[in-house]
Structure formats: C-alpha cells, structure tokens
C-alpha cells in the first residue's frame, strides 16, 4: 500500500496549503477516500466515526460501480468521473488495490422484447461514449455459463462496470492515511458543530471538544442531524423520518442479501429484471432487492420476505445455486439529498464547513475524494461539480 506522503508528485501538483487542520466526520466510503487525498496533500487530518469504519451505509450497499441510467446529463457525468477515479486508483495502487472488482456487468435479456428494449438503450448508452456490447443469447452464456440457458434471449456487456469491496477500499485508504499521520478516533458522536469545530460524545458519556480550520461531513444521513444543531437545514431527506411505511414514494431503505460460500460458477454482476447479483468477499453471492426496494419500511415485516424471494430467483437463473442458503442480510438506509443527486459544497459563507452528501456514493467515492480535497485545501473547485452546489435548493 502506498501511504499518501510517499506520492510526491502529486502533492507537488497539488500546490496545497500543507498542516491545515482538517477535521472530517463520517469514515464511510466518502470520508476515507477524503482522508486519503487531504493526507496526501499535506493536510493535517482527523476523522471521527460514530462507530467504526465502513460501518453505516457504506456496509449495506451493492457497491456497483456504474454510470448507468444516471440523469441528467451532468450526474451522468460525474459518475463517469467516479469510474475513471476508481479505474485510475487500481494503478495508482495496483495489485493492493485489491477492492476494485472490475469484472464488467452482464444485463440479462429474458424475452425478445427485453431484448429490445435492452439493445436500444445500449445503443444509446454507445452514443454518449459508455462502453457497451450488445450480446447474443449464446455470447452471455459464453461469459456466464452457469447461467440456465433456457432463460436467456441476450444480453449486453459493460465491460469497465464493476463492484467495491467497500471494506477494504476504506480500511485501506484509512489505514494509509494513518501511516502518514492522520488520526482516526472510533466511536465518538458529533453532538453539535460550529465554524471552530465540533463536540463530539464519547460511549462512557464523556464530552470533548475539536478544532479544526475546516470541518468537512461525511457522515451520510448524519450530516442533517449534525448541522441541525446550529440551525442550518441541510436538504437531505430526512432519514429518520422515512423508516416508516407512511413516508413512503422515495426508496429510501434498500436491502442487500449474500449466500454463504458457493461454487455457483458467477463471473460478472448480472442483472435481471427483478434481481441483481454478484460475487462477494465472503465467497458467497450478493443479490440486492430491484425493484422490490423501497416498498417496505424497516419497521414493516413483509421486508424480512425479500431475501428468500431474491434467493429464488436467483436460483432460477443459476442451478447452481440449487443448494445456496441466505447467510446475511443487510439494511440500509440510502442518503438521498433531496433531488436524488449530490450535494458537494460549502456550508455558509465563512469557509470553515464542507458537506458532502450522495446517494452512488460508491461510484463517486474517489473521484469525489479527489476533488473535494483540491476545493478545500486549493480553494478550486471542480467543473464536475458545478451543478452539485446548495444553491440549487434555495428556491
Ligand atoms: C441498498 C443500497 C444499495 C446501494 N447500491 C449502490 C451501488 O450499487 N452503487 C453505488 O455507487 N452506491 C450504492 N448505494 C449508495 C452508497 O452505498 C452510498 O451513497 C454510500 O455508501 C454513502 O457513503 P457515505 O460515506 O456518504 O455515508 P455512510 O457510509 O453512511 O458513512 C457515514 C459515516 O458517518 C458516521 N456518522 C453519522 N453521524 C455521525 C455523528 N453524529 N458523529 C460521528 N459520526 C457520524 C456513521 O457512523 C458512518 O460511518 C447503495 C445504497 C443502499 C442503501
């Protein structure tokens, strides 16, 4: 692994105002990746994590890196960017970036019209520059041959597609951000924040205070909550609001489900008009619940159905998952700024607070780190994220 003072080059580029004191709150996958780049700017960074790292939505997530129907045009882009970012990061690390899967993503046709309707949008897809092979029923089941070939009209291959393993993508970064001197306090609780800095609650009730030149959050649905505390309403669905089956239209809860270990033959992610799948860390398989998700709120039982219903088909479309028994199931709670696209911008007007807020968030994690890092320590932001401003709410 390579820690971040040990990339020279880049902090030389980088022309960034070196030891600013950076507190960020959040170690999911937007926070770790900001620790990494604000580290190997020269930044002095401390994150501070409600519990541990990787641990709230960022453990419960499909981690599919795509820009796959993703509107507008400028959303589309930026999840472009974020692809790049992780294609980029697996050479900068190469072999140790071990947590880009980048096996390409398979949609399954099941009927000529799928079939269709699948190849246009491909064709579209080509048109705006995605990389996108339109597949005959027998070159899907040449990638995916555990597929039951009864079932398959075709298919289409996005080849640079793939997934995050979310755990070690933030151990990592964290882990390389600590060897170059960034400290990373667990279980402290951001009670309230201001332009100095925060409070935050420790699990033996103590309280303590950090200063910081900027603040930056990353703590996904926490960072409404968190900037609740000095008046400031940050839009944000409001994630304690929709666990209940009255506040619903948004699907705001989403589950994921992995079988234990299993020689089920799954090469790509695959995708199916009522299920997605892939290969996961444990050895296992990963479903998540499209389209059933958002249906059900936590507090609704009929959701403990969903991991048999995706085991199901699963199974229907793979025999060899005949055998295949759910190991884990997983819940998670989507942070969905109020339009369902990114917020990435500065709280107020005295530059002492940075918020990040995303649903893609594992698409868009590096290059956002990346980016984010150059704004705050350099003071120049981004073109990618002209349209991602709070200005945009204030009507
Ligand atoms: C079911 C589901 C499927 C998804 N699938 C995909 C996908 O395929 N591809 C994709 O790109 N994205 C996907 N996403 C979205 C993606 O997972 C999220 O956008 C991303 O994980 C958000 O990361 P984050 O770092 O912003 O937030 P989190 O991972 O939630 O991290 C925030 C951290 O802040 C901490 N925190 C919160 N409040 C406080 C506080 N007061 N004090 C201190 N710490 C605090 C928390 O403990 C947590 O560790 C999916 C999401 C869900 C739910």
Known sequence: MQSPNQDKSLHEESGSEVNRRVLIVG????????????????AAVTVIDAA??????????FAWVNAYNKTP?????LNVLGLEAHERASRTFGSESHWFHQIGNIHIAQTPEEMAALKRKAEHLVSTGYRASVLKAGDVLELEPALD????SGGVLFPHEGWIDTFMMCSSLLHAAREAGAVFLSYETVTSISSTGITTKRPDGSTRQHEADVTILAAGNGNRPILATADITFPTVDS???HDTTSAGRPSVGLISTTGPVDSGIRHIVQGKDIALRPDRNGGVTFTDSPTGGQWGLQDPRIWSVPNLLLERAKRLYPSLAEATTETVRLGTRVLPEDGLTIADWIGGSRSIYA?????GVTLSAHLGN?????VLGGQRHPSLDSFGLSRFAS
């Open 240 to 242: 304690a609001r929709r």
């Open 52 to 61: 541990e790292v990787a641990s709230a939505t960022s453990s419960a997530t």
């Open 356 to 360: 990040v807020a995303t649903h893609s």
């Open 371 to 375: 980016v984010v890092a150059e704004e």
């Open 149 to 152: 070939p009864e079932r398959i």
């Open 27 to 42: 170690a999911g996958v937007i926070g770790c990746n900001l620790a990494y780049e604000l580290t190997k700017r020269g």
């Open 73 to 77: 045009a400028e959303y589309n882009k």
